[in-house]
Every structure is written in structure tokens, then in C-alpha cells.
């Protein structure tokens, strides 16, 4: 393998590795600072979140607003949390409403039941994140990393190091015209003739 593709190889690897440890780092600071990413289930929510959606969620607020987009907790239901509009807020609590639904929620929110409020909208992220939760999903992406990673060996397999210790020389090249190079061979001595007195 030549240089430039050797270096092209190494440069292409030490940037992958750099993307998924900087993902990984990013993800890991996100979710310390209470950054959240919740699955949209039903369609309480449509036209602005669908089902398969997923929301990214800034940590729990202090206050909340008039029509804005807050999950919280619930005490009963099939989902631990809900991702609605607030549509009022007094001292008696916070109503929610979903953008589909005529009413408002039956429920009460407390601020303390809100863990965070909306900071934007992953278009089909939902079933990416709900993929990635099973062993079947990370055991794929697992396979997926290690098939392309025996591709690359195969296409780019690496040089041997003892590949370099042997010199090489380009047609022409000094090398080339010392083995080109040819000596004429030794003049024999000629052999006395006979002697004449």
C-alpha cells in the first residue's frame, strides 16, 4: 500500500473514532444537564408531534407559559409522562391540552410535575430511540460497525512492516541502469607464436 493511501486510511479512522466519541461525550454531558428525549406514543398531539416522533426536552422549568409545549407526569394512564400544551396556568395548577383533542386533559399539572419542557421536534426519531432500547437493535448496530470494519481491511488491508525495509526503485532509476550497466570482457593475453631465429 502507498503512503498517501495509508495516511488517507488513518486520517479516515482517527475521524470516526472522533464522531463517536464525541457523540458519545455530547450525549453523556446532555443528559447531566437533565436534557431528555421523549417518544411520541398517540396522536393527542398531531398536527405538531406524530406518532413515532421524538421530543428533545430542555430541563424542568422554573415557570411555564400559555402555549407552551411542557411534559410531565402523570398518576395513572399507560405512559409515566405527557408531552402537551399548556393551555392555562393559575394558582390552582396548570391545564394541559393536546393540540388534536377538543377539551383540556382532566388533570391538574403542579410545576413539580413538569420534567421538561420542549426544545425541538426529531421527525421519526421516536423509532430510532425505541430500536435502540431492545438488545436486537444495539446488537445490529453492533454488527453493522464490525461488518464495516472488515470491509475496510478488505479493500485497505494494511502493510506489512517489514514492506518498507525493502528498497524500491523506479524503472529508470540509478538502480535500474547499474544492472543495465555491462563490462566487456577481459582482452585474453595473445599466445606466443613460434619462435623464429
Known sequence: MHRPARIARRVALSVCALIVVGAAAIAGIAWHEGYRIYVVHTGSMTPSLKPGDAVLDRPAPTTVRQGEVVTFGVHSGPDSVVTHRVASVSDDGIKTKGDANRSVD??????????????????????????????????????????????????????????????????????????????????????PGPCTA
Open 106 to 191: 382532566p388533570w391538574t399539572v403542579r410545576l413539580s410535575d413538569v420534567v421538561g419542557s420542549k426544545l425541538l421536534t426529531l421527525p421519526y426519531g421516536g423509532y430510532v430511540v425505541v430500536y435502540l432500547q431492545h438488545p436486537q437493535g444495539i446488537a445490529s448496530v453492533l454488527t453493522a460497525l464490525i461488518t464495516m470494519i472488515l470491509l475496510w481491511y478488505l479493500f485497505f488491508p494494511p502493510t506489512a512492516p517489514w514492506a518498507d525495509a525493502v528498497p524500491r526503485h523506479p524503472a529508470g532509476g540509478r538502480a535500474a541502469s547499474h544492472r543495465s550497466r555491462t563490462h566487456a570482457p577481459p582482452t585474453p593475453l595473445a599466445e
